[in-house]
């Protein structure tokens, strides 16, 4: 089935570490996303791609960082730097701007 | 001011009523329009996309003002399984490639 995966669903990070959130989509769209979400809040846009080796910084990027080597896939790591990363992380596609989003079904990251 | 406004929620209401989602954007070039559906702890899908000719699926109609630049939601006969949060997106084209903004969301609670 087409569609856009993520993992894992569940994470758990010791204060410190850095952790890596798999995004892989076989879609074939170009555009890819990472979103935050806390709890009863919107969605806060970390990172996007439009196109392979080639990202932008969204609204919230301290503390994280991406990669786009594949057309299929776009890792998200958290980094230590991030002070507060426990929250809900969906990655999204699109094929172009007329287009609508899809998401993947999301990653809870807590730090303990 | 927000790029994409939505009204405040929470919107309560009885099983069988009609209620209306408004959103606003602010960038008059905006290109395409849909409203998402979020249920709790869940990625957030897409409803239905939003045209200027206006569109109905089922019990859901959206309708788009250019002019006045809002997008609209209506649900008639509102169920249960309607409750949940729904988010109000607007695609924008430009010279550095789409952006794609993401309302706040108004949250439905339809009670029996």
């Known amino acids: 089935d087409g569609g856009i995966t993520q993992s894992p669903k569940y994470l758990f990070r010791k204060e410190g570490q850095n952790v890596t959130l798999s995004c892989e989509q076989n879609?074939?769209?170009?555009?890819m996303y990472w979103y935050r979400q806390d709890p009863g809040q919107g969605l806060r846009l970390i990172y996007y791609s439009q196109i392979v080796n080639d990202f932008q910084k969204g609204d919230i990027a301290e503390g994280y960082s991406v990669s786009r080597e594949k057309k299929e896939s776009f890792p998200l790591t958290v980094t230590s730097a991030q002070k507060n990363p426990t929250a809900f992380y969906l990655c999204a596609s699109t094929l172009d701007s007329a287009k609508a989003i899809y998401f993947g079904e999301g990653s809870w990251l807590t730090v303990v | 001011r927000k790029e994409v406004e939505q009204d405040p929620g929470p919107f309560n209401v009885p099983e069988g009523a009609t209620v209306a989602f408004n959103c606003t954007y602010s960038?008059?070039?905006?290109?395409?329009f849909f409203w998402y559906r979020q249920d709790c702890r869940k990625e957030p899908k897409l409803l239905m996309s939003v045209y200027s000719s206006g569109n109905e699926d089922g019990r859901f109609t959206a309708q788009l003002n250019r002019a006045s630049q809002y997008i609209s939601l209506l649900i008639r006969d509102s169920k249960l399984s309607d409750s949940a949060t729904y988010l109000c997106?607007?695609?924008?084209?430009?010279?550095?490639?789409?952006?794609?903004?993401f309302g706040a969301g108004t949250r439905l609670f339809v009670k029996a």
């Open positions: 997106v607007v695609n924008s084209g430009g010279t550095g490639g789409f952006k794609t903004i």
């Open positions: 960038n008059s070039a905006s290109q395409s």
């Open positions: 879609l074939n769209h170009d555009a």
